[in-house]
């Protein structure tokens, strides 16, 4: 079992910069990938970026050198630094852990909200 809690979303204005956080419950080394997921009212809940065990980093086209994921394994938490935020990047993000032994693990997520 994996607890995943986010935080560090919030309502910026367009062109601005928020920071996401998703703390595990248990070590890293546990967790093969690490990934940021969103989902926009009325539409599919769609990748944004993953990060693995080894530190490869995997990213959506539209955040592509806006977006930057990251972790900090002595604190169980992978970051995404978001940068230069535009009005679609609004939606509720999501954390997500697929373990070493194949169980899969949700946050509860948090609403980012870019205005223009």
């Known amino acids: 079992q994996v607890q995943l809690v986010e935080s560090g979303g919030g309502l910026v204005q367009a062109g601005g910069s928020l920071r996401l956080s998703c703390a595990a419950s248990r070590s890293p080394f546990s967790i093969k990938t690490t990934g940021w997921y969103r989902q926009a009212p009325g539409k599919q809940r769609e990748l944004v970026a993953t990060?693995?065990?080894?530190?490869?980093?995997n990213y959506a086209d539209s955040v592509k050198g806006r977006f930057t994921i990251s972790r900090e394994n002595a604190k169980n938490t992978v970051y995404l630094q978001m940068n230069s935020l535009k009005p679609e990047d609004t939606a509720v993000y999501y954390c997500?852990?697929?373990?070493?032994?194949?169980?899969?693990?949700w946050g509860q997520g948090t609403q980012v909200t870019v205005s223009s």
């Open positions: 997500n852990a697929q373990l070493f032994i194949g169980a899969d693990y």
């Open positions: 990060i693995t065990n080894g530190g490869t980093a």
